[in-house]
């Protein structure tokens, strides 16, 4: 059995909030790009977000102190 948990690029970044550290009524993990919740396409690794990606109100991937995750 496999779980899609999230990816790597998110949990590196400065500006990830866990579904736990996000608001309660969302239900979902967020960022400052995305404060209502982040895309699964950049969640899932579908796009890289040190790119720009349509509506992340001009936030990118910053560094938490990890790599970003080799391609």
């Known amino acids: 059995m496999s ?3 999230g990816d790597p690029q998110c949990w590196a970044c400065r500006h990830y909030r866990s579904w736990v550290e996000s608001p309660a009524h969302l239900r979902t993990s967020t960022c400052a790009a995305f404060p209502e919740g982040i895309p699964q396409t ?3 690794g579908g796009a890289d ?6 509506g992340d109100n001009g936030v990118r991937w910053e560094s938490n ?3 970003y995750p080799a391609e």
């Open 49 to 54: 977000h040190r790119e720009p990606y349509l």
């Open 65 to 67: 102190g990890k790599p």
């Open 42 to 44: 950049i969640f899932f």
């Open 3 to 5: 779980m899609l948990v």
